[in-house]
């Protein structure tokens, strides 16, 4: 999705987006992942030019079926990343090319990306995109995405405030972290 004139430009602000066919269709509340895309599309519209480029890399890479299998190992007690490794899978599966061109192709000089993922701003530099900052995606956790969002920080190095996981009262009455 292209907004303004961004053909040539430098330092375009662009969103890499993931498809997240749990959140942003069905409504889950277990991730960020529509509220980032939201939040992009607005930051893009504001700054106006840029670009969100929507990869169909569902579940980090590893596909609709496999994310529903690593749903409900979370409900077991894994998080994401020791779900995807008990499935066998790796912990991000996402590759870049297609963004890369997608950008050569509108003969974008820079960007700057917006992300918390440092091993994305990686990612495409190693595929000749040049990165020249990166703009911080932080939706503020709900209940149910919390402990989520902190296994990205803690576990993969994403770029996300510290905070602390909001409780869940279930209807016996007890309380559970929520994944």
């Known amino acids: 999705m292209v907004f303004g004139d961004i053909r040539g430009a430098s330092d375009l602000p662009i969103r890499i987006h993931s498809e997240c066919m749990t959140s942003e269709v069905f409504g889950s509340l277990k991730c960020d992942c ?6 992009a599309l607005t930051e893009v519209a504001l700054r106006g030019a840029g670009a969100v480029l929507y990869l169909r890399q569902e579940g980090r890479g590893i596909g609709l079926a496999n994310k529903i299998r690593a749903y409900e190992l979370q409900a077991k007690g894994a998080d994401t990343v020791d779900a995807n490794r008990l499935l066998g899978l790796p912990d991000d599966a996402r590759e ?8 050569e192709y509108f003969d974008v000089q820079s960007v700057q990306l917006m992300t918390n993922n440092p091993a ?3 990612a495409l530099r190693s595929l000749g995109v040049e990165v020249t900052g990166r703009l911080p995606v932080v939706v503020a956790p709900n209940p149910f995405s919390a402990r989520y969002l902190e ?3 803690a ?3 994403h770029e996300l405030p510290l905070r602390t996981v909001p409780s869940v009262v279930d209807a016996s009455g007890g309380s559970e972290a929520a994944e």
């Open 34 to 39: 529509k509220e980032q895309l939201d939040a």
């Open 151 to 153: 296994t990205k920080r």
């Open 96 to 103: 870049y090319h297609s963004a890369a061109h997608m950008l």
């Open 155 to 157: 576990r993969m190095a």
């Open 120 to 122: 994305k701003v990686d």
